[in-house]
């Protein structure tokens, strides 16, 4: 702190002008300790890392115009065509205790940022780590913990929210499944709003640190959650129906024969409607 206000830094290699204005003054808008913003990096994920390693407090922010090695779970490949969507990691200097839920917790915050930019659309969580509206995949959240072995631990929370693209600039085995908020008719999606609602919701729901999902949080999850009642199949092939999210923040996955057992890793997904 330099006389009691957060120190702003864009960064050697990060753009000093974002969106017309200085990445200072979104810094000061949006209450981050740092800011960078790239015009094209390879991942936000990882610069966010380097950031923390080096000191950076809690809730420093990396955005990204373009990310050439952007990624999803389990390494997949996370199409960020420039300019097309909001690409950005926020730095918890501390893991949280309750790391497994976490992810969950950013999907409600995104969820939440997405519908007050978007006050047409209904956000859904498809369970572990997926947005989606009106059954198309808008957005994906990848939150990556670090221990460095000298007692130093943090999370790197990556968030990645589509918003201008159009069918054909996704891979054609995407075509049927990803979309954009501009496909489902939010046209003028600003990227600075959007990303300071989201900051805004991840302090509510992050600094606080709940370790389960309880009560009216809970509620919402469960409101939210795009694969309660349907069919899916597991990554091991097993099929059977999702009954919902625990409050450990676990997949309520029940066989065909009703018996039923919480997944805690791996993917899932949906089963075409009969």
């Known amino acids: 702190m330099r006389g009691g206000r957060p120190v702003r830094h864009t960064g050697d290699r990060g753009s000093r002008i974002w969106q017309g204005e200085p990445v200072a003054r979104w810094a000061e808008r949006w209450g981050v300790p740092l800011l960078e913003v790239h015009g094209r990096l390879g991942s936000t994920n990882d610069r966010a890392r380097s950031l923390a390693r080096g000191g950076a407090p809690s809730f420093s922010v990396v955005i990204a115009d373009e990310q050439t090695r952007g990624r999803g779970r389990e390494g997949r490949r996370w199409l960020s065509l420039p300019g097309s969507g909001l690409w950005m990691t926020v730095v918890l200097a501390r893991r949280p205790s309750a790391h497994s839920i976490v992810p969950l917790l950013v999907g409600i915050a995104a969820a939440r940022a997405i519908e007050e930019v978007c006050p047409d659309l209904r956000a859904e969580i498809e369970w572990p780590n997926d947005l989606v509206v009106a059954g198309r995949k808008v957005g994906g959240i ?50 600075p709003a959007l990303a300071g609602a989201l900051l805004a919701r991840l302090r509510e729901l992050l600094i606080p640190g709940a370790a389960r999902l309880e009560g009216a949080l809970h509620r919402e999850l469960t409101w939210r959650d795009a694969l309660r009642g349907r069919g899916v199949v597991l990554g091991s092939g097993e099929t059977g129906t999702a009954r919902g999210i625990s409050s450990g923040g676990a997949l309520l996955f029940e066989k065909s024969g009703g018996a039923r057992r919480e997944i805690r890793s791996g993917g899932v997904r949906l089963l075409p409607d009969p």
Do not use: H, K, Y
């Open 142 to 191: 990848l939150c990556e913990s670090w221990d460095d072995g000298a007692g130093g631990r943090g999370m790197a929370i990556g968030t990645g929210i589509n918003i201008s693209q159009r069918v054909a600039d996704f891979p054609p085995e995407l075509r049927g499944r990803a979309g954009s908020l501009s496909m489902m008719g939010a046209t003028s999606v600003s990227r």
